[in-house]
């Protein structure tokens, strides 16, 4: 009865590697985020997007993208992955209008090598 | 721009209280938040304050003053299980969540 869950937890690769992050969330909301932690614990959103609109923080280099199959699902695909993309990724979802209360996802630590 | 500050660490001991403070600059304001995040686990959200004043729940207490861009967090009772970091998060004109760096709190006994 997990609200927020995320696969894998734990992801190793090596450089220049594609790879994949699952996200689900089974409480009927409209929205779903990414977030990436970094080593200074800040929380960076990605992306937002609900069934109307995809919001890109354009910081995020379009290596990064997000898909979503239906309403529950929002996964994150990175191409070309470097050193720098080792993070903590967290996904999240809300109910639309209200980004407040986002409800998070264990985290997926991602190490490049 | 948006900027946040709050404390990298602080130490309280069990039972007593702590206040964890967070100033913040933003040119558009729709809300402060305060999330907690133990070690290795995603963030779970604790409070919401959009008007001045303060907002009581249970042990945890948050307070803004929009006029001097301030914020804290008042934990009571304080347990071995508050040993957290405390997320101090700002919701600009766009709607859009800006995260602190978060306040690690160590309880001791």
């Known amino acids: 009865d997990t609200a927020v869950s995320q696969t894998p937890k734990y992801l190793v690769t090596q450089m220049g590697n594609d790879k994949s992050i699952k996200c689900e969330q089974n409480l009927g909301h409209d929205t779903m985020y990414w977030y990436k932690q970094d080593s200074k614990k800040f929380l960076k959103i990605m992306f937002s997007y609900n069934n109307k609109e995809l919001i890109i923080n354009e910081t995020v280099p379009n290596r990064f993208s997000p898909k979503s199959p239906d309403k529950a699902h929002l996964n994150l695909h990175i191409n070309s992955l470097e050193l720098g993309d080792s993070a903590v990724y967290f996904c999240?979802?809300?109910?639309?209008?209200?980004?407040?209360?986002?409800?998070f996802g264990p985290g997926t630590r991602l190490t490049v090598t | 721009g948006q900027n946040i500050d709050q404390p990298t660490e602080m130490t309280a001991t069990e039972g007593a209280i702590v206040q964890i403070n967070c100033t913040y600059q933003t040119s558009g304001f729709n809300g402060l938040f305060w999330y907690q995040q133990h070690a290795g686990e995603a963030p779970t959200f604790l409070s919401y304050?959009?008007l001045d004043g303060l907002e009581e729940k249970g042990r945890f207490s948050s307070f803004l003053s929009r006029s001097k861009g301030y914020s804290y967090l008042l934990l009571k009772e304080l347990q071995m299980k508050d040993s957290a970091s405390y997320l101090c998060v700002l919701m600009d004109s766009n709607y859009q969540l800006i995260w602190g760096a978060g306040t690690k709190l160590i309880i001791k006994p």
């Open positions: 304050n959009v």
């Open positions: 999240a979802s809300s109910q639309e209008g209200d980004v407040a209360e986002q409800y």
